[in-house]
């Protein structure tokens, strides 16, 4: 295989995941972030920087330099359970399209091996960087977080343009593209702001599936580890009636739906 010694910037894998593709996965989880999210739950994902972070009184270093190679033999090691399960690796982050030789080169190595591949990404970058990735994801996990630019801008520090006009083309072009929507309330979470984003996910080639993915918490304290301010510290998750109620409105667009990823 070429391009193993490729040099990319992760700061986990997570194996036996049962989120983000279908069956057991591994998770890689990239380092850098276009966006800033306010709600982001990964906030030691989106800097490019090897960082410290402390949580519970101990502090760790976040991020590692680390060969195709490396990874590609630890994801490997699970092939079996992949196979059983029709499971694979799925890239994560942060945002992917930051390190495109890197990603490339592993959804290459993986494709190659006969794994089933996805990627979870905003689809913020040059569509000519994306369409590298293509030829080698089975599943394109792509987040519409708002069809407001200005609000997506508010709250994400980008507009959505760019992201809106990749989903038209990756839609096109992807062998199977799934729209998710992180549900934040103050931001996104009215039946109005899911049903249009639901009937532009609707409107794209080929996209049957839109997934909706609840606000949580979890992330909180790391924005304290990383010496940074959670700039959401008065909302609450979204309730199940309320993300029920939300569900149903993505069905009405004709879309199959799922709540959690
Ligand atoms: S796109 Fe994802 S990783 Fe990047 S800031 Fe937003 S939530 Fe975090």
Not at 3 to 22: A, T
Not at 160 to 169: P, V
Not at 228 to 236: A, C, F, N
């Amino acid at each position: 295989m070429e391009n193993m010694d490729v040099k990319g910037r992760i700061f986990d894998i997570q194996r036996f995941s049962v989120h983000d593709g279908p069956g057991i996965r591994t998770i890689v989880f990239l380092k850098g972030c276009v966006l800033r999210c306010k709600w982001c739950c990964n906030p030691e994902s989106q800097e490019w920087d090897i960082q410290k972070m402390t949580m519970g009184g101990v502090t760790k270093t976040v991020g590692r330099d680390v060969t195709v190679r490396e990874v590609f033999d630890t994801v490997r090691a699970d092939m079996p359970y992949y196979k059983r399960s029709g499971g694979g690796v799925t890239l994560s982050g942060g945002e992917s399209l930051c390190q495109p030789d890197f990603a490339v080169a592993l959804l290459k190595a993986c494709k190659e091996y006969g794994m089933d591949t996805a990627m979870e990404s905003t689809g913020c970058a040059d569509y000519a960087v994306i369409s590298r990735y293509l030829p080698y994801l089975d599943h394109y996990l792509m987040d519409i977080k708002h069809m407001d630019s200005r609000k997506h801008e508010a709250f994400t520090t980008m507009p959505n343009d760019l992201i809106l006009e990749n989903a038209k083309r990756i839609a096109r072009d992807a062998a199977h593209l799934i729209i998710r929507t992180p549900v934040i309330p103050t931001f996104n979470d009215t039946p109005e702001e899911i049903g249009a984003i639901a009937e532009f996910a609707a409107s794209l080639e080929g996209v049957s599936e839109m997934h909706l993915l609840p606000y949580h918490q979890m992330g909180m304290d790391k924005y304290a580890g990383l010496g940074r301010e959670y700039l959401l510290p008065d909302i609450t998750p979204p309730s199940k009636e309320h993300m029920d109620m939300l569900r149903e409105v993505v069905r009405s667009k004709g879309l199959r739906t799922q709540i959690g990823g």
